[in-house]
């Protein structure tokens, strides 16, 4: 099946700076690729559909200001936490999808644990 | 609206067989997804229904009927590792993906 890799697999920052988590489909193109976040013990939620060529589309009530996104490529997405703060302490997942199948699945990344100090 | 039901938590026992259902109301349908989910990790994909009917893959097959916008994932033989979440999702008319909440499926000896 298709690979999605993501990195850093997980990362520990300071409180105020700004972390990029990479989303790289590595045998597909992805004109679209999507990033969730999942606390403990909840299901995935997701925060933004990012578009390779034109801006994200986030979900209500996530901050389009503190988490951006870029889709810059077919095969490269990053997601920058800006200004950190101990509650984006989370699980960031992203998923590519392949449109060139029939079913248009996902395939997600490793994901990459956030933990903000 | 978009809405994806599926039990919070289920328990069964090495061996046995559990079904986990799913039901589904969404603005079009373009296929259903199951995905297997380890605690700290990244969903790993399982099956994919888009036709009425019963897919069988090893231990784990999975059913559709559209009319009835329901599906369930079953699975057989249980094993220990197949201790996860287990979560539904369905491809709406865009080929967005809804998720449902997952269920957390517990396995004991």
């Known amino acids: 099946g298709a690979v999605v890799s993501q990195h850093p697999s997980w990362v520990i920052c300071k409180s105020g700076t700004s972390v990029k988590i990479e989303c790289r489909s590595l045998?597909?193109?992805?004109?679209?690729m999507f990033w969730y976040r999942q606390f403990p013990k909840q299901s995935l939620m997701l925060m933004a559909t990012?578009?390779?060529?034109?801006?994200?589309?986030?979900e209500q009530g996530v901050e389009k200001d503190k988490f951006l996104i870029n889709h810059a490529s077919l095969t490269l997405s990053t997601l920058t936490v800006t200004s950190a703060h101990p509650e984006d302490s989370s699980f960031y997942i992203c998923?590519?999808?392949?449109?060139?199948?029939?079913?248009?699945?996902?395939?997600f990344g490793p994901g990459t644990r956030l933990t903000v100090t | 609206g978009q809405n994806i039901d599926q039990p919070t938590e289920m328990t069964a026992t090495e061996g046995a067989i559990v079904q986990i259902n799913c039901t589904y109301q969404?603005?079009?349908?373009?296929?259903l997804f199951w995905y297997q989910q380890h605690a700290g990790e990244a969903p790993t994909f399982l099956s994919y229904?888009?036709l009425d009917g019963l897919e069988e893959k090893g231990r784990f097959s999975s059913f559709l009927s559209r009319s009835k916008g329901y599906s369930y994932l079953l699975l057989k033989e249980l094993q220990m590792k197949d201790s996860a979440s287990y979560l539904c999702a369905v491809t709406d008319s865009n080929y967005q993906l809804i998720w449902g909440a997952g269920t957390k499926l517990i396995i004991k000896p």
């Open positions: 990012s578009n390779e060529g034109s801006k994200a589309t986030y």
């Open positions: 969404t603005s079009g349908f373009n296929g």
């Open positions: 229904n888009v």
């Open positions: 045998d597909f193109q992805a004109t679209t």
């Open positions: 998923s590519a999808r392949d449109e060139q199948g029939g079913d248009y699945e996902q395939y």
